[in-house]
């Protein structure tokens, strides 16, 4: 889509939060994703919009460091930066940011910091609206998780249907005259700017938002922001990769592992009693390796290598379970689900044909229920696996836009 720039633009970015939740050693915007940080990131995304004024909403102590990132993030358009400090409250910062508005802003998109990764078709998604007469939008995403109202015993009181909820995300765009009256009649502190706008009695208009614009709240955010970044800049781009998912695509991934490792066998996701266990970084399973590979490679999002190197410490030893659901998490960020794995490993032992239902079962578990078929096979004496040294494992996998 392109776009003509848009006249008396103003993004406020609201970054003053203190990020109890991630608990990042600093506030949350300017915890690094990779040598940047999630503010650097998000103001890399409203650039890449055409806004008239930035306006970077930080606590008091960072102005002069935010500054320097914002400017930074500017480039040659460094002059549209503008930082303030924020308040106690989100809202409270929005109202900070909308007092440095420029006299001849007519239009305001609040988003938070947090979104990182939002791209920038939500903004010009955003922005088109604005320009088609919308005077309140904001970008949504579809609920995928079945909703249930508990009560404060932990007892479900009602199901809500999942067909009326929509998440909402940020950027938030609004006729500055709206927003700006919204919050000087505000009685409550609301979550989001909509919400306050909404209580003042106007409408508001949803447009498609993006997974990859979550909001990096718990340390598991801050993980898959840091996963998503370090794919996209070691995937080669567009020739492996795309930006929406819109045709199912296929992967292959093989692994092998020798016997020799400390304690019991894990393989397909099973615990192998009596049995030699695998050597490797982590539990040694071949197969679920092998199912990793298979799934990134479909996705373009590099290899297991890319997410679960020796530099992460927190997979030394894990099983199957935790690297499957990990990749299903970095798939699910770009889009994609499972649609069915197939694999076959080659291997003298164990024996696989009793537990074979069962290895499929724990493994489609950890992916979410996608089906996974085992299928395991000597190699007649021959090689390695014949000589009973070692394990190999084949996967591939089909997976589907989300
Ligand atoms: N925010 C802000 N001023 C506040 C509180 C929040 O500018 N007083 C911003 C945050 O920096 C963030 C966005 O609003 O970009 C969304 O808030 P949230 O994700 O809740 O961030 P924090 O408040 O920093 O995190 P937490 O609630 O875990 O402390
Ligand atoms: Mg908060």
């Known amino acids: 889509m392109t776009l003509r720039p848009v006249p008396h633009l103003a993004v406020i970015v609201v970054a003053a939060g203190s990020g109890t939740r991630l608990n990042g050693g600093a506030p949350k915007a300017f915890v690094g994703i990779d040598e940047r940080s999630i503010l650097h990131h998000a103001l890399r995304g409203v650039f890449a919009a055409p806004p008239a004024q930035v306006v970077v909403v930080v606590p008091e102590s960072l102005r002069g460091d935010a500054l320097t990132d914002a400017r930074d993030a500017a480039g040659d358009r460094a002059e549209l930066v503008t930082v303030v400090a924020g308040g106690a409250t989100r ?7 909308l007092s440095a508005l420029w006299a001849d802003i007519e239009t305001v998109l609040v988003h938070d910091a947090a979104r990182a990764l939002t791209p920038p078709a939500v903004f010009e998604r955003v922005i088109a609206a604005l320009d088609g007469g919308a005077v309140a939008v904001i970008p949504t995403v579809p609920v995928v998780d079945t909703i249930k109202r508990v009560d404060g015993d932990g007892r479900v009181t009602a199901a809500v249907d999942r067909s009326e909820l929509a998440a909402a995300q940020t950027p938030q765009g609004f006729r ?3 927003l700006a009256a919204a919050l000087a009649a505000a009685d409550a502190d609301h979550t989001d700017d909509a919400a306050l706008v909404a209580a003042a009695g106007h409408d508001v208009l949803t447009v498609d938002g993006d997974h990859t614009s979550f909001k990096i709240t718990t340390a598991p955010d801050l993980d898959r922001a840091r996963a998503l970044v370090h794919a996209a800049s070691v995937v080669q781009p567009s020739a492996t990769r795309t930006a929406a998912p819109v045709m199912p695509r296929v992967g292959l991934g093989t692994d092998v592992h020798g016997f020799g490792g400390d304690g019991a ?9 009596g049995e030699t266990a695998l050597s490797g970084h982590s539990d040694g399973d071949a197969v679920a390796h092998a199912i990793v590979d298979a799934l990134l490679a479909a996705a373009g999002l590099g290899d297991i290598g890319t997410h679960f190197g020796t530099d992460r410490p927190e997979f030394a030893g894990a099983h199957a379970a935790a690297f499957l659901t990990h990749t299903l998490g970095l798939l699910g960020a770009a889009g994609w689900r499972v649609g069915n794995v197939s694999v076959q490993v080659q291997a003298n032992r164990p024996r696989f044909a009793a537990r074979r239902v069962e290895a499929e079962r724990a493994l489609s578990a950890a992916l979410g229920g996608a089906p996974v078929s085992v299928s395991a096979t000597t190699t007649d004496g021959l090689g390695f696996t014949g000589r009973t040294e070692g394990v190999a494992a084949f996967a591939t996998a089909l997976i589907v836009p989300a």
Not at 91 to 97: L, N, P, Y
Not at 265 to 273: D, H, K, S, V, Y
Request: hydrophobic letters at 55%; charged letters at 20%; zero cysteines.
């Open 91 to 97: 809202q409270e910062s929005v109202a900070a940011g």
């Open 176 to 178: 500055r005259d709206i």
């Open 265 to 273: 066998l894990w393989l397909a996701g099973l615990e192998w009693p």
